[in-house]
């Protein structure tokens, strides 16, 4: 059997510094049948001098400026894979995260498993974690099928552009990127709710991937008020739409989004120009976070919910 072309899309713009460590990354995988897609969002550094050290081994796809969500939508439709992964040009791969998440998708295919995503190692200035620990997920196996994703990722949010390994036919399904979502903020986190709306995923625990922060991280150039603003914004618009609205495990999504209106309340009044509004909402906001840590304690909290192969 031909081994499945795995498509391997790098969005770029200005990352001169580190796009050559992220595609090294790439080449270095041990699973040998795969194309990588750059695609230079309009990088005005040297980023096309170092794509072009790279020869044939790359295909490179040059475009004016349409953020993330545009570039990586242009090397969706280039791509011609079976299986399509991502990777921000600031990012790298362990040596066999493509060979171990392909083959856990050829184990899956009848089982109705539309990607895979493993964990990985997420470099801060001050602390090393992981995005499994971060988004309190603790699977008791060390990889099988993820049953359940839908009900955690409508609590809280999960690494997903550099950790994914998604079925082609499962991306159609689903829609690509939007890219009418301000600055491509949760872009990610949109695609991946509706991909946990169509079935059940595989997953790895091992951190086969590594993310490095970076001063242009969406998560550092944007407010808690603008993320949290377009986490609303995105669940209530997929909550409407015919296909995926009534997909949703209602529950969970009504409680989420009362907890994001009620901190975007907080985060509004603690952004305010007088003193007595401002410690409000801060106070505010220190319960809320408090209830949150309560709340993810409780069984009523969803969990990982996995099995074997």
Not at 162 to 183: I, K, M, N, S
Not at 237 to 265: A, C, E, M, N, Y
Request: proline share 5%; hydrophobic share 40%; with cysteine.
């Amino acid at each position: 059997m031909k081994p499945a072309l795995v498509s391997v899309i790098i969005p770029t713009y200005n990352r001169a510094g580190t796009i050559e460590r992220t595609i090294n990354s790439v080449l270095a995988q041990s699973w040998g049948s795969m194309e990588i897609l750059v695609v230079d969002d309009g990088s005005t550094d040297h980023t096309a001098d170092v794509l072009s050290g790279f020869g044939d081994r790359i295909r490179v796809i040059r475009q004016s400026n349409r953020g993330p969500s545009g570039a990586r939508n242009a090397g969706i439709r280039a791509a011609r894979g079976e299986v399509i992964s991502f990777l921000d040009s600031d990012d790298e791969w362990l040596p066999d995260k493509t060979e171990r998440q392909v083959k856990l998708l050829q184990a899956t295919e009848s089982l109705g498993v539309v990607c895979c995503v493993c964990n990985t190692r997420m470099e801060f200035a001050n602390r090393t974690t992981t995005s499994f620990a971060v988004s309190l997920l603790q699977p008791s196996l060390r990889e099988g099928i993820w049953t359940n994703p839908a009900e955690v990722l409508v609590t809280r949010f999960l690494l997903f552009n550099q950790v994914v390994a998604v079925r082609r036919q499962a991306l159609e399904q689903a829609g690509y990127f939007r890219e009418d979502l301000p600055f491509g903020l949760n872009d990610d986190y949109d695609l991946a709710v509706r991909l946990s709306l169509l079935g059940p995923w595989a997953f790895i625990a091992d951190p086969l991937t590594v993310w490095h922060e970076h001063a242009t991280n969406i998560s550092r150039t944007h407010s808690h008020l603008d993320i949290s603003i377009q986490t609303l914004n995105i669940l209530q618009d997929l909550s409407r739409s015919p296909q995926f609205g009534p997909l949703f495990p209602k529950v969970l999504l009504r409680r989420r989004v009362r907890d994001l209106k009620r901190g975007i309340v907080a985060l509004r009044l603690s952004n305010g120009r007088s003193l007595g509004p401002r410690l409000l909402g801060t106070v505010l906001h220190l319960l809320l976070r408090m209830r949150w840590k309560l709340y993810s304690r409780l069984p009523c909290t969803p969990r990982m919910i996995t099995r074997a192969v």
